[in-house]
T-cell receptor, first 110, second 112 residues
Framework: SQKIEQNSEALNIQEGKTATLTCNYT??????LQWYRQDPGRGPVFLLL?????KEKRKERLKVTFDTTLKQSLFHITASQPADSATYLC?????????FGPGTRLSVLP | DGGITQSPKYLFRKEGQNVTLSCEQN?????MYWYRQDPGQGLRLIYY???????QKGDIAEGYSVSREKKESFPLTVTSAQKNPTAFYLC???????????FGPGTRLTVL
């Protein structure tokens, strides 16, 4: 079955810097990949969707890239703020089920 | 307000009892999903439904059952056959299968 790995369980960065989160997958070629934000004790909130024919997608301070050769997506938050602190999940559809990665807990330090 | 609701927020049950978690949406979405999340882990798909009166098993359907009699409702029953039912349960919906998912606030189930 599809396996998703996210680069690190936790990531600490200084306010104002760019946070880069990695999502790697194996054994399948998804048509699209999604990124979500989850705050403690709450449901995830959708951020961005990128399709296999799109190299990059932007939304305000967020940028997502999708490299189908490397089987990797990168999620960037520029000019990070303490309010960006949360867990970020990547997800894809393997044709049968939706599969979520374990998430990366981002902490932006003031 | 449009959205997706889950009730109750916290639920306690004794071992051996069945319990039903509610999920309602007024977004007019066709697809609905149930996930389970354990501490420090990602979401795992239990069941999903693309249309009324139809649903498919996800990766961890054993010990769970669902129904989809109305477009806006997708209740999940955790049966006594589920070995480790204590978890955070999340319901979601989307316009169609391949679109962004909108999540409810979740139900935290604890088996005593």
């Amino acid at each position: 079955s599809q396996k998703i790995e996210q680069n690190s369980e936790a990531l600490n960065i200084q306010e104002g810097k760019t946070a880069t989160l990695t999502c790697n997958y194996t054994n399948y070629s998804p048509a699209y990949l999604q990124w979500y934000r989850q705050d403690p004790g709450r449901g995830p909130v959708f951020l961005l969707l990128i399709r296999e024919n799109e190299k990059e997608k932007r939304k305000e301070r967020l940028k997502v890239t999708f490299d189908t050769t490397l089987k990797q997506s990168l999620f960037h938050i520029t000019a990070s703020q303490p309010a960006d602190s949360a867990t970020y999940l990547c997800a894809l559809d393997d044709g049968q089920n939706f599969v979520f990665g374990p998430g990366t807990r981002l902490s932006v330090l003031p | 307000d449009g959205g997706i609701t889950q009730s109750p927020k916290y639920l306690f049950r004794k071992e051996g009892q069945n319990v039903t978690l509610s999920c309602e949406q007024n977004l007019n979405h066709d697809a609905m999903y149930w996930y389970r999340q354990d501490p420090g882990q990602g979401l795992r798909l239990i069941y999903y439904s693309q249309i009324v009166n139809d649903f498919q098993k996800g990766d961890i359907a054993e010990g769970y059952s669902v129904s989809r009699e109305k477009k806006e409702s997708f209740p999940l029953t955790v049966t006594s056959a589920q070995k480790n039912p204590t978890a955070f349960y999340l319901c979601a919906s989307s316009i169609l299968r391949n679109n962004e998912q909108f999540f409810g606030p979740g139900t935290r189930l604890t088996v005593l």
